[in-house]
């Protein structure tokens, strides 16, 4: 017991640790583009990637531009990460960033609204021919669409765990996850939909 008090008195007056600062790191792809970041709150200005911002001190969302001669610029918005069920979160109006890690960074709550990173992939301003540009979008496509899907098996996975439960039960009910279901469905559509606007204005030599 007195080393216990001894323990604890020594803890006294001691400063608590700084808080962590929940940053995101910010890549491009190509990985030389700079970019600059455009919160709700304040702006950091354009700099080389990879770079991390203070997400909370700009203010969600951040809109997230990069640039890099020989391609378009291009933009990624970062929203906050919602909260779960995801499926809740959907039907009261979240909106998604399908390139954004869906992780908190590391150190901070695991609740926290910040994404841990951001990748923004530059779109070239100009093909040697069509083929090659269609190449290069169906593999962004696919990216995109794979992070669509891993959004709607979450979404699913909710639903199903609560399929079967009384109205009361916690949880996303049937009324939720249709909702959530049709503003996941409408989000990516019109993600994709952006993204074949960007190959549509593409270039050939």
Sequence with gaps: ?????????????RPDPPPVIA????????????????????????????????????????????????????????YARPRPPLASALAAGALLSP?????????????????AALTVSLRPALFSTPTARDRYYSRLRSERLSRWETFAQRVDAECAAHAGLPPTASGPGPIICTAARNALTQ???????????????????
């Design 23 to 78: 940053l995101t790191t910010i890549t491009a792809d190509p990985a030389d583009a700079r970019c600059r970041a455009i919160g709700a709150k304040s702006r950091q200005d354009i700099r080389p990637a990879p770079f991390t911002i203070d997400t909370l001190a700009l203010g969600l969302p951040v809109a997230v531009t990069c640039e890099r001669a020989a391609f378009q610029s291009t933009t990624e918005m970062l």
């Design 187 to 205: 989000q990516r559509d019109t993600d994709l939909r952006r993204l074949e606007i960007d190959r549509r204005q593409s270039t050939f030599q």
């Design 99 to 115: 390139m954004a890690n869906d992780a908190p960074p590391t150190g901070v709550l695991p609740d926290s609204p910040v994404p």
């Design 1 to 13: 017991m007195v080393a216990a008090a001894v323990a604890a008195c020594s803890g006294l007056g």
